[in-house]
Nanobody, 120 residues
Framework: QVQVVESGGGLVQAGGSLRLSCAAS????????MGWYRQAPGKQRELVAI???????NYADSVKGRFTISRDYAKNTVDLQMNSLKPEDTAVYYC??????????????WGQGTQVTVSS
């Protein structure tokens, strides 16, 4: 069993900053990738940023230069620093963790979601 717990989020004015954190725990052999997705009302869930083991981070074009993803491999955590927030960043943000429980057994887990609201 793997648990994915998020923290952070909230309400901020446009131009402000927020930081999201996510921690994975449980029966983990290794974590090939950790990332963040978001879903705004009436829209599909979309990738915000992802960092795979040994690779550089990838960002959605809409957040490049404003958001920074960072990962602590020892602690199995991933953070998302969000700066220069815009009203269009308003969404529920979900942590996504790809977990290898044992060799040949890989599953994707999601956090419960955290609301980010940016007021204009």
């Amino acid at each position: 069993q793997v648990q994915v717990v998020e923290s952070g989020g909230g309400l901020v004015q446009a131009g402000g900053s927020l930081r999201l954190s996510c921690a994975a725990s449980g029966s983990i052999f290794k974590i090939p990738a950790m990332g963040w997705y978001r879903q705004a009302p009436g829209k599909q869930r979309e990738l915000v940023a992802i960092i795979a083991s040994g690779n550089s981070p990838n960002y959605a074009d809409s957040v490049k230069g404003r958001f920074t993803i960072s990962r602590d491999y020892a602690k199995n955590t991933v953070d998302l620093q969000m700066n220069s927030l815009k009203p269009e960043d308003t969404a529920v943000y979900y942590c996504n963790v790809v977990v290898t429980i044992s060799p040949g057994s890989t599953t994707t887990y999601w956090g419960q979601g955290t609301q980010v609201t940016v007021s204009s």
